[in-house]
């Protein structure tokens, strides 16, 4: 639940950035508030939606939210969701996976300014207690759950994004 605007990156003369890709951080860096403010009012719209009674964003209200997505997302039908309905899911489960790796393992959110990285550019979480170094693309991560076939394991994919290389 805590987050941190950007990595730093180089601004000297020898900067590697382009002038677009300096652009994109800069705006990236200027909407991180909020998209953060937005990601609490999506995930309590996210427990509406799956009739999550009471929730708060507490660690216990994440892990209630992520078992009632779980279960709705193991065999459920998403081919039969249209485009509008995907990014919306999508949008949120990026969210929950993030919000939880960070309740779990102590990391934030931050985005990546790096340009060796992976990651550039994107909004990742990393700074976990038991490998700082490690990030995670939690809109990476939900988009293959989305894509996965039935029998999708959620609250497994989100153990192994703490635990494991990525």
Do not use: C
């Not at 180089?10 to 508030?33: H, K, N, V, Y």
């Not at 990651?119 to 939900?142: K, Q, S, T």
């Not at 989305?146 to 290389?165: A, C, F, Q, V």
């Amino acid at each position: 639940m805590s987050g941190s605007i950007s990595k730093s990156s180089s601004t000297d003369e020898g900067d590697p950035l382009s002038s677009e890709e300096r652009s994109m951080i800069e705006e990236r860096t200027r909407a991180f508030p909020g998209v953060m403010e937005e990601m609490h009012a999506d995930l309590a719209e996210l427990a509406d939606f799956l009739q999550v009674a009471n929730y708060r964003l507490t660690r216990d209200g994440l892990e209630e939210l992520a078992q009632a997505l779980g279960a709705l997302l193991s065999n459920g039908n998403l081919a039969a969701i249209d485009e509008e309905q995907r990014i919306w899911l999508h949008t949120r489960m990026m969210y929950l996976i993030g919000e939880l790796l960070n309740e779990r393992h102590g990391g934030h959110w931050f985005l990546e300014s790096d340009p060796d990285s992976d990651f550039y550019g994107r909004y990742v979480v990393g700074g976990f207690r038991h490998d700082p170094d490690r990030l995670v693309d939690p809109a990476e991560a939900a988009y293959e759950v989305l894509n996965d076939e039935p029998r999708r394991d959620l609250l497994g994919e989100i153990d192994r994004l703490g635990t494991g290389p990525r």
